[in-house]
């Protein structure tokens, strides 16, 4: 009986994941790479693993726009990239597409990723985003949000005492009274720190943050908790990327966003290609769909993306959610290969001396 | 000590499991309570050890109240000795241990535990298994630890529910040597609840048979097997015969019955009886070819249906034609003679040999052979 | 003497023939996919873009090297007994409320206890931070200043957290133990003249040391293989722990899975140890506590109010009640600022949640299916599996039973992974086997999470059950499944439903596996929850949570309303018969005498 009725429901089961079967087996036949014309009828399809608020909202849009059937697996940047990871002696992804370009460097020094490809519509890059693409144009930027910036909470804290630069936070009025993320865990927590080193020197941010650990810095696991603690009044302001605190900000909470002068650490999410994706022309269709005015306007709806969508855009004659402040910002450029290649160590260093 | 129960009741969900029961246990005899599952035996037990609360009339032993409508005695202050019908020894303890427990419980010192442990298991004799665990032994050592725990804080009353029904059937029958002996030498009240009349004929002073939660009756084992006043008693107490006959006339002791043509003379007189019936023990009945009448027996003819034999006799199913009711009636009779079966033979009833038991409601239920 | 050989070693084979079935489901969901995992300690570049045999020690020398990584094992370890202590002495006393309470008590501890047992992790943990965090609900409703918790948000903190949320594993092993022990045990020692307190400690109390034990370890694995808990509720004080590394060697970049292997393989040893530890203790202590015959009477006037019902009553409060009704007061509130005013009330997020597109219900279908399939073949395996390691008792079989008990501390996220190197592995290829990224592998991977936990709790119920009764049933030409279906599954048929809900729940809530396996475009209620969350969209995640969890409650619900009336039925026919024995019984006394 039980057995009869979980075949019953196997079936079911693989009757909604019609069309799976299809990727395996271009993912089993990746050694030969066939073209995958397999499902979908005409166009075939795109398997997209992307950590994007958006992302199901540019899928949808990509697949009316073109008819190649998307198959997105979306999770947390952590798990996209520990899933990349574990498939990639036989990968089953097309493109991969989340915050930070120095994670999206390490796969890429690895071999993982398709390089010195370059999208016809890349003329649409600003200046800004020109800059964010790496030399040997392994991914792609679709948009750029601050590591870091800092959010005060307007209830317990008047206009004239926000702060203006980061060592503002080491004075004695903040005693106790900010917080940041932990880099282990939150993943736009370490462009910040590793910006931080990039800005300062090594032994100037060690310095910074053993000092801000002196002020009674208390270190949250990721951008929500730490959000929480602020609009709590637990801290009076907190370090975390932008477009968290846009979105709340958006929502009517008492949030004022500061982008300290010395500049704040780029954050792009990034768009890769695999070097052997099983579909490779409609992988490289994508990123051309992301990079035009059209899969600009996806992104850029938060009802499309929610927080995700506060971003910067970095695509000429694309303006940026009205909640974001649009000009004055010091974008400060992370050198992502340099990052990678550090991550162990800084996150040692800040595991031991500062979240400890 | 002595035990007196007075209109004992206990009701389970509705059900009356006790009804009023009237008992008295002598010091230092050996009570037997006898009954079938479910006639409440195991809750009179239960209601002697305080595990359960009674729901009217009292117990009292040695003068002091142990259980009453609305108060119970606690069982730890009663000073009582259970045996278990599973032997209930505690496996995580040694024989030593559980010996020691109840001595330990009572605060006596060390030395005195040894001896006194010592003592009891030479009583059962086990004392070579001081170190030993309960799963290392065997059933019958088992049952002999049992009895030492219980009997080792020296209880004044030793209550035993079933304790040979977990044995096999050759061991049973000795440990019931042993337990007689253990329990005779340490001279103490017992009530031993058993459904094997043949535990309760071969072993107590006193019986007590109870049915339905109510006293079918109390005696000595040869007052009632000899003597049984029912017939829910003279079957549980063994095999029996019991007929309905006609009454021809009845004196103070003696009856004269009409059956299968034959007159009969009986003890008893159907005059305070519900519905009066005659029992006949298979061993007072003889077989025969020939149908020789007289004085001191009637031969009734009749034909065996099915035998068995029992190593020292044999015993038969006969059928009785019973000219005057037509249907005929199977007895039970034992011979030390072989007959093959479709025998036509002839039924001796000895003069004397039936007794009038009270039939009763009870009588359909159990009657011999439906 | 040959001949006697020869069968003796015909009958060697046929044990492990016969221990085949369960050797190859132990193989297909477990051991493979964790080897794959563990052979990259020594073979770091198995899995590499290029695949390659060269072996290495590196990664566990690096592993050993970090003194961190001592330092977290012992966190964990020491973390791990503490909670699993406290988690023994809360559960204890729960059993013993419930076991010896009053019908309506009892259901009311057990329902909580169960609600306990199901509710996802992440939810207490979300729930205890919201009521106990400056500003929090507590801190609204008391007027606490900011700090007024410090000390929750500690190794204290985490040890009260986990003690009550481990309460469960020790209270389904003990009440179990408490229903089958013979009350003979307890009445003896009374009729000594042992007082309660005494006996409880002197022959209660060891009498159930297997069933202790059992639930102990349980907890102390779930304890030394946490990782949420810690994280969300000593984020500040950030206590080193092993499952952290682990977790910090997945998620930093570049993600090193070489060195979560040897990590997970401390783990593994360690329980390993711990279970082993714990069996060569309990050798010779092993003993049936269920009388031969069952004795319905012996129940009778034990059904009373004791200050353990009322103290299990409070426990279940801290438990359930307190993280709980934190979470349901956060998704009824309009945004995390809001103070717990009546206007700040809404339903707006349930709505919201509900609406989500066609894809969260869609995702909500998904899973129910893959509930559905894993829980009736976690029920069916399970019972399968722990009836031939009780019942078919061979070194294979052993083994078996020994390796599934130690991978209930591997971490969700190591097991999931190993799925992939497993079941993507480039081997396949030519075989066409690559099942990774196909809904059977990730009906596969729930399965293997859920069959250790099936086991153990089937283990513990079979380990009370007379062999007679089998051998009773084989005796009459009864085929093994017929035997494991006509005797032993009505048994053991609560711990079956049990099981069948523990998993229906587990795959609700399940993340590692649901994230990390899920066919690309289909994703699975969990990952949609965790979306959720990800966008920091709290009050609509613990909207969907709750509404996850009120599905689960309601199918609770009605699957033990079905095992009630399976099981009176079953009562009822067992009192007709004895019934029945009374008349049959009159009738054996008749036999002759001697």
């Given at each position: 009986?039980?057995?009869?009725?979980?075949?019953?429901?196997?079936?079911?089961?693989?009757?909604?994941?019609?069309?799976?079967?299809?990727?395996?087996?271009?993912?089993?036949?990746?050694?030969?790479?066939?073209?995958?014309?397999?499902?979908?009828?005409?166009?075939?399809?795109?398997?997209?693993?992307?950590?994007?608020?958006?992302?199901?909202?540019?899928?949808?849009?990509?697949?009316?726009?073109?008819?190649?059937?998307?198959?997105?697996?979306?999770?947390?940047?952590?798990?996209?990239?520990?899933?990349?990871?574990?498939?990639?002696?036989?990968?089953?992804?097309?493109?991969?597409?989340?915050?930070?370009?120095?994670?999206?460097?390490?796969?890429?020094?690895?071999?993982?990723?398709?390089?010195?490809?370059?999208?016809?519509?890349?003329?649409?890059?600003?200046?800004?985003?020109?800059?964010?693409?790496?030399?040997?144009?392994?991914?792609?930027?679709?948009?750029?949000?601050?590591?870091?910036?800092?959010?005060?909470?307007?209830?317990?804290?008047?206009?004239?005492?926000?702060?203006?630069?980061?060592?503002?936070?080491?004075?004695?009025?903040?005693?106790?009274?900010?917080?940041?993320?932990?880099?282990?865990?939150?993943?736009?927590?370490?462009?910040?720190?590793?910006?931080?080193?990039?800005?300062?020197?090594?032994?100037?941010?060690?310095?910074?943050?053993?000092?801000?650990?002196?002020?009674?810095?208390?270190?949250?696991?990721?951008?929500?908790?730490?959000?929480?603690?602020?609009?709590?009044?637990?801290?009076?302001?907190?370090?975390?990327?932008?477009?968290?605190?846009?979105?709340?900000?958006?929502?009517?909470?008492?949030?004022?966003?500061?982008?300290?002068?010395?500049?704040?650490?780029?954050?792009?999410?990034?768009?890769?290609?695999?070097?052997?994706?099983?579909?490779?022309?409609?992988?490289?269709?994508?990123?051309?769909?992301?990079?035009?005015?059209?899969?600009?306007?996806?992104?850029?709806?938060?009802?499309?993306?929610?927080?995700?969508?506060?971003?910067?855009?970095?695509?000429?004659?694309?303006?940026?959610?009205?909640?974001?402040?649009?000009?004055?910002?010091?974008?400060?450029?992370?050198?992502?290969?340099?990052?990678?290649?550090?991550?162990?160590?800084?996150?040692?260093?800040?595991?031991?001396?500062?979240?400890? | 000590?002595?035990?007196?129960?007075?209109?004992?009741?206990?009701?389970?969900?509705?059900?009356?499991?006790?009804?009023?029961?009237?008992?008295?246990?002598?010091?230092?005899?050996f009570t037997a309570l006898l009954g079938p599952s479910?006639c409440g035996k195991t809750?009179l037990l239960?209601?002697?050890?305080?595990?359960?609360?009674?729901?009217?009339?009292?117990?009292?032993?040695?003068?002091?109240?142990?259980?009453?409508?609305?108060?119970?005695?606690?069982?730890?202050?009663?000073?009582?000795?259970?045996v278990f019908q599973?032997?209930?020894?505690?496996?995580?303890?040694?024989?030593?241990?559980?010996?020691?427990?109840?001595?330990?419980?009572?605060?006596?010192?060390?030395?005195?535990?040894?001896?006194?442990?010592?003592?009891?298991?030479?009583?059962?004799?086990?004392?070579?298994?001081?170190?030993?665990?309960?799963?290392?032994?065997?059933?019958?050592?088992?049952?002999?630890?049992?009895?030492?725990?219980?009997?080792?804080?020296?209880?004044?009353?030793?209550l035993m529910d079933e304790p040979l029904s977990s044995l096999?059937?050759?061991?049973r029958?000795?440990m019931r040597?042993?337990l007689l002996?253990?329990?005779?030498?340490?001279?103490?009240?017992t009530v031993y609840v058993t459904h094997d009349q043949m535990e309760a004929l071969s072993m107590a002073?006193q019986i007590v048979l109870l049915?339905?939660?109510?006293?079918?009756?109390?005696?000595?084992p040869?007052?009632l097997?000899?003597?049984?006043?029912?017939?829910?008693?003279?079957?549980f107490m063994?095999?029996?015969?019991?007929?309905?006959?006609?009454?021809?006339?009845?004196?103070?002791?003696?009856?004269?019955?009409?059956?299968?043509?034959?007159?009969?003379?009986?003890?008893?007189?159907?005059?305070?009886?519900?519905?009066?019936?005659?029992?006949?023990?298979?061993?007072?009945?003889?077989?025969?070819?020939?149908?020789?009448?007289?004085?001191?027996?009637?031969?009734?003819?009749?034909?065996?249906?099915?035998?068995?034999?029992?190593?020292?006799?044999?015993?038969?199913?006969?059928?009785?034609?019973?000219?005057?009711?037509?249907?005929?009636?199977?007895?039970?009779?034992?011979?030390?003679?072989?007959?093959?079966?479709?025998?036509?033979?002839?039924?001796?009833?000895?003069?004397?040999?039936?007794?009038?038991?009270?039939?009763?409601?009870?009588?359909?239920?159990?009657?011999?052979?439906? | 003497?040959?001949?006697?050989?020869?069968?003796?070693?015909?009958?060697?084979?046929?044990?492990?023939?016969?221990?085949?079935?369960?050797?190859?489901?132990?193989?297909?969901?477990?051991?493979?996919?964790?080897?794959?995992?563990?052979?990259?300690?020594?073979?770091?570049?198995?899995?590499?873009?290029?695949?390659?045999?060269?072996?290495?020690?590196?990664?566990?020398?690096?592993?050993?090297?970090?003194?961190?990584?001592?330092?977290?094992?012992?966190?964990?370890?020491?973390?791990?007994?503490?909670?699993?202590?406290?988690?023994?002495?809360?559960?204890?006393?729960?059993?013993?409320?419930?076991?010896?309470?009053?019908?309506?008590?009892?259901?009311?501890?057990?329902?909580?206890?169960?609600?306990?047992?199901?509710?996802?992790?992440?939810?207490?943990?979300?729930?205890?931070?919201?009521?106990?965090?400056?500003?929090?609900?507590?801190?609204?409703?008391?007027?606490?200043?900011?700090?007024?918790?410090?000390?929750?948000?500690?190794?204290?903190?985490?040890?009260?957290?986990?003690?009550?949320?481990?309460?469960?594993?020790?209270?389904?092993?003990?009440?179990?133990?408490?229903?089958?022990?013979?009350?003979?045990?307890?009445?003896?020692?009374?009729?000594?003249?042992?007082?309660?307190?005494?006996?409880?400690?002197?022959?209660?109390?060891?009498?159930?040391?297997?069933?202790?034990?059992?639930?102990?370890?349980?907890?102390?694995?779930?304890?030394?293989?946490?990782?949420?808990?810690?994280?969300?509720?000593?984020?500040?004080?950030?206590?080193?722990?092993?499952?952290?590394?682990?977790?910090?060697?997945?998620?930093?970049?570049?993600?090193?899975?070489?060195?979560?292997?040897?990590?997970?393989?401390?783990?593994?040893?360690?329980?390993?140890?711990?279970?082993?530890?714990?069996?060569?203790?309990?050798?010779?202590?092993?003993?049936?506590?269920?009388?031969?015959?069952?004795?319905?009477?012996?129940?009778?006037?034990?059904?009373?109010?004791?200050?353990?019902?009322?103290?299990?009553?409070?426990?279940?409060?801290?438990?359930?009640?307190?993280?709980?009704?934190?979470?349901?007061?956060?998704?009824?509130?309009?945004?995390?600022?809001?103070?717990?005013?009546?206007?700040?009330?809404?339903?707006?997020?349930?709505?919201?949640?509900?609406?989500?597109?066609?894809?969260?219900?869609?995702?909500?279908?998904?899973?129910?299916?893959?509930?559905?399939?894993?829980?009736?073949?976690?029920?069916?395996?399970?019972?399968?599996?722990?009836?031939?390691?009780?019942?078919?008792?061979?070194?294979?079989?052993?083994?078996?039973?020994?390796?599934?008990?130690?991978?209930?501390?591997?971490?969700?996220?190591?097991?999931?992974?190993?799925?992939?190197?497993?079941?993507?592995?480039?081997?396949?290829?030519?075989?066409?086997?690559?099942?990774?990224?196909?809904?059977?592998?990730?009906?596969?991977?729930?399965?293997?999470?859920?069959?250790?936990?099936?086991?153990?709790?089937?283990?513990?119920?079979?380990?009370?059950?007379?062999?007679?009764?089998?051998?009773?049933?084989?005796?009459?030409?009864?085929?093994?499944?017929?035997?494991?279906?006509?005797?032993?599954?009505?048994?053991?048929?609560?711990?079956?439903?049990?099981?069948?809900?523990?998993?229906?729940?587990?795959?609700?809530?399940?993340?590692?596996?649901?994230?990390?396996?899920?066919?690309?475009?289909?994703?699975?209620?969990?990952?949609?929850?965790?979306?959720?969350?990800?966008?920091?969209?709290?009050?609509?995640?613990?909207?969907?949570?709750?509404?996850?969890?009120?599905?689960?409650?309601?199918?609770?619900?009605?699957?033990?309303?079905?095992?009630?009336?399976?099981?009176?039925?079953?009562?009822?026919?067992?009192?007709?018969?004895?019934?029945?024995?009374?008349?049959?019984e009159?009738?054996a006394v008749?036999?002759?005498?001697?």
């Amino acid at each position: 009986m039980a057995g009869s009725l979980a075949c019953l429901c196997i079936g079911a089961v693989a009757g909604c994941g019609t069309g799976n079967n299809a990727s395996s087996a271009n993912a089993a036949g990746t050694g030969s790479k066939p073209a995958s014309t397999a499902t979908g009828g005409n166009k075939g399809q795109l398997v997209l693993y992307s950590a994007q608020g958006y992302d199901a909202a540019v899928a949808k849009a990509f697949q009316a726009a073109t008819g190649i059937q998307v198959k997105l697996v979306n999770n947390s940047t952590g798990t996209i990239v520990a899933k990349m990871e574990a498939e990639k002696s036989n990968p089953h992804w097309d493109v991969a597409w989340f915050d930070g370009a120095s994670t999206m460097q390490a796969l890429d020094n690895q071999g993982m990723l398709l390089q010195n490809w370059t999208p016809d519509d890349v003329s649409n890059y600003d200046t800004l985003g020109q800059s964010l693409i790496p030399a040997d144009k392994s991914y792609y930027p679709g948009g750029v949000t601050a590591a870091a910036a800092i959010g005060v909470n307007t209830k317990l804290v008047p206009a004239a005492d926000y702060p203006t630069h980061w060592s503002d936070l080491l004075k004695p009025y903040w005693k106790n009274a900010i917080a940041m993320n932990d880099p282990a865990i939150s993943g736009p927590t370490f462009p910040f720190v590793a910006g931080m080193m990039q800005l300062k020197g090594t032994n100037g941010a060690e310095q910074y943050f053993t000092n801000l650990k002196k002020n009674g810095l208390h270190v949250f696991p990721t951008n929500g908790v730490t959000l929480k603690a602020l609009l709590k009044g637990q801290v009076k302001a907190i370090m975390i990327q932008d477009s968290a605190m846009i979105s709340a900000k958006a929502k009517g909470e008492p949030i004022q966003i500061v982008y300290p002068s010395g500049g704040v650490f780029t954050l792009p999410d990034v768009l890769s290609i695999d070097k052997n994706a099983p579909d490779m022309a409609n992988a490289k269709k994508f990123i051309e769909f992301v990079l035009s005015p059209a899969g600009q306007k996806v992104m850029l709806n938060p009802k499309n993306g929610g927080g995700d969508s506060y971003f910067n855009p970095v695509i000429q004659g694309e303006t940026p959610n009205p909640a974001r402040q649009q000009s004055g910002i010091n974008w400060v450029r992370v050198n992502d290969i340099k990052a990678a290649n550090n991550e162990a160590s800084i996150q040692q260093w800040f595991h031991d001396n500062i979240t400890q | 000590m002595e035990i007196e129960l007075k209109d004992v009741c206990k009701e389970f969900n509705g059900k009356k499991v006790l009804q009023g029961i009237d008992l008295s246990i002598p010091k230092g005899q050996f009570t037997a309570l006898l009954g079938p599952s479910g006639c409440g035996k195991t809750t009179l037990l239960n209601a002697l050890a305080g595990f359960l609360d009674i729901d009217g009339g009292e117990i009292v032993v040695g003068g002091q109240t142990w259980s009453d409508e609305g108060v119970t005695l606690a069982p730890e202050k009663r000073n009582v000795g259970m045996v278990f019908q599973d032997f209930a020894l505690w496996p995580h303890l040694t024989v030593y241990e559980n010996v020691a427990f109840g001595l330990k419980v009572k605060r006596r010192r060390a030395p005195e535990i040894a001896v006194r442990v010592q003592e009891v298991l030479a009583t059962v004799q086990m004392e070579g298994y001081v170190n030993a665990y309960p799963h290392q032994l065997s059933g019958g050592q088992k049952q002999r630890i049992a009895i030492a725990r219980a009997l080792a804080p020296n209880p004044s009353v030793l209550l035993m529910d079933e304790p040979l029904s977990s044995l096999d059937a050759k061991l049973r029958e000795q440990m019931r040597w042993d337990l007689l002996s253990i329990i005779k030498s340490a001279k103490i009240t017992t009530v031993y609840v058993t459904h094997d009349q043949m535990e309760a004929l071969s072993m107590a002073d006193q019986i007590v048979l109870l049915h339905d939660g109510i006293v079918e009756q109390v005696g000595t084992p040869q007052e009632l097997f000899d003597n049984p006043q029912t017939v829910f008693a003279a079957h549980f107490m063994g095999a029996a015969n019991v007929i309905e006959a006609e009454f021809r006339e009845s004196a103070e002791n003696f009856s004269m019955i009409q059956w299968s043509g034959a007159t009969l003379r009986v003890h008893g007189s159907p005059a305070h009886m519900q519905q009066p019936m005659v029992l006949f023990r298979p061993s007072s009945l003889r077989l025969s070819y020939e149908a020789t009448p007289s004085s001191l027996h009637s031969s009734l003819p009749c034909i065996i249906q099915a035998r068995a034999y029992h190593g020292f006799t044999w015993q038969y199913r006969v059928q009785v034609k019973d000219a005057t009711r037509q249907l005929p009636q199977t007895v039970e009779v034992w011979s030390a003679d072989e007959f093959a079966i479709g025998t036509q033979l002839f039924l001796h009833v000895p003069a004397e040999s039936g007794r009038l038991v009270e039939g009763g409601e009870t009588a359909k239920l159990t009657h011999l052979g439906g | 003497m040959t001949i006697s050989h020869s069968k003796h070693s015909v009958r060697h084979i046929r044990d492990w023939l016969g221990a085949a079935p369960s050797l190859l489901l132990f193989f297909i969901l477990i051991l493979y996919p964790l080897l794959t995992l563990l052979a990259q300690t020594v073979l770091p570049n198995l899995f590499g873009v290029h695949m390659s045999l060269i072996p290495s020690l590196s990664p566990l020398r690096q592993v050993f090297a970090n003194p961190l990584n001592l330092e977290a094992v012992l966190n964990s370890l020491v973390l791990g007994l503490v909670s699993a202590i406290f988690a023994t002495a809360l559960g204890t006393v729960c059993a013993f409320g419930a076991v010896r309470a009053h019908r309506g008590w009892r259901l009311t501890i057990d329902t909580g206890v169960w609600i306990v047992f199901f509710a996802p992790s992440y939810v207490i943990a979300q729930g205890w931070v919201s009521l106990m965090q400056d500003g929090g609900i507590a801190a609204e409703l008391f007027h606490l200043p900011n700090g007024w918790s410090h000390w929750f948000f500690s190794r204290v903190g985490l040890v009260i957290v986990m003690s009550l949320r481990y309460i469960p594993f020790v209270y389904f092993a003990m009440s179990q133990s408490i229903r089958n022990i013979g009350k003979e045990f307890e009445q003896a020692g009374r009729l000594l003249g042992a007082k309660r307190t005494y006996l409880f400690r002197k022959i209660t109390l060891p009498l159930m040391t297997p069933a202790l034990l059992a639930g102990a370890s349980i907890a102390f694995a779930e304890g030394f293989g946490d990782f949420g808990f810690a994280a969300a509720i000593t984020p500040q004080t950030h206590i080193p722990l092993i499952t952290y590394q682990i977790y910090a060697s997945l998620n930093e970049a570049p993600v090193d899975y070489p060195s979560a292997a040897g990590l997970s393989l401390i783990l593994i040893v360690v329980m390993a140890i711990a279970f082993w530890l714990q069996m060569r203790w309990m050798r010779g202590r092993s003993y049936s506590t269920i009388s031969t015959h069952s004795r319905a009477a012996a129940t009778h006037g034990s059904h009373r109010f004791t200050s353990a019902t009322a103290v299990s009553l409070v426990i279940l409060f801290f438990a359930l009640i307190l993280p709980l009704g934190s979470t349901v007061l956060e998704s009824l509130l309009k945004d995390s600022a809001s103070s717990l005013a009546f206007h700040n009330f809404t339903l707006h997020h349930y709505h919201q949640a509900l609406e989500l597109s066609s894809g969260g219900l869609g995702s909500l279908r998904r899973t129910m299916i893959y509930a559905a399939i894993s829980a009736s073949l976690t029920m069916v395996f399970g019972l399968y599996l722990a009836f031939t390691m009780i019942f078919k008792k061979t070194v294979a079989t052993r083994l078996v039973n020994n390796i599934m008990i130690a991978t209930i501390a591997v971490p969700g996220i190591v097991l999931a992974a190993g799925f992939i190197f497993a079941y993507n592995a480039v081997w396949l290829i030519p075989l066409h086997l690559v099942i990774y990224g196909t809904p059977i592998c990730l009906g596969m991977a729930y399965l293997a999470g859920s069959l250790p936990y099936a086991i153990r709790l089937q283990l513990g119920a079979m380990n009370q059950m007379s062999p007679n009764l089998l051998t009773a049933a084989a005796s009459l030409g009864a085929k093994q499944w017929t035997v494991l279906r006509r005797v032993v599954l009505p048994l053991v048929r609560a711990t079956a439903v049990a099981t069948f809900f523990m998993t229906l729940t587990g795959t609700m809530f399940e993340l590692p596996a649901s994230s990390l396996l899920y066919p690309a475009g289909y994703p699975p209620f969990p990952e949609t929850i965790q979306k959720t969350f990800n966008a920091f969209e709290y009050a609509r995640g613990s909207a969907l949570t709750v509404i996850g969890m009120v599905i689960v409650f309601v199918l609770y619900g009605l699957g033990r309303l079905l095992e009630s009336r399976l099981v009176g039925g079953e009562l009822q026919t067992a009192s007709r018969r004895r019934r029945q024995k009374a008349p049959s019984e009159v009738k054996a006394v008749t036999s002759p005498t001697p």
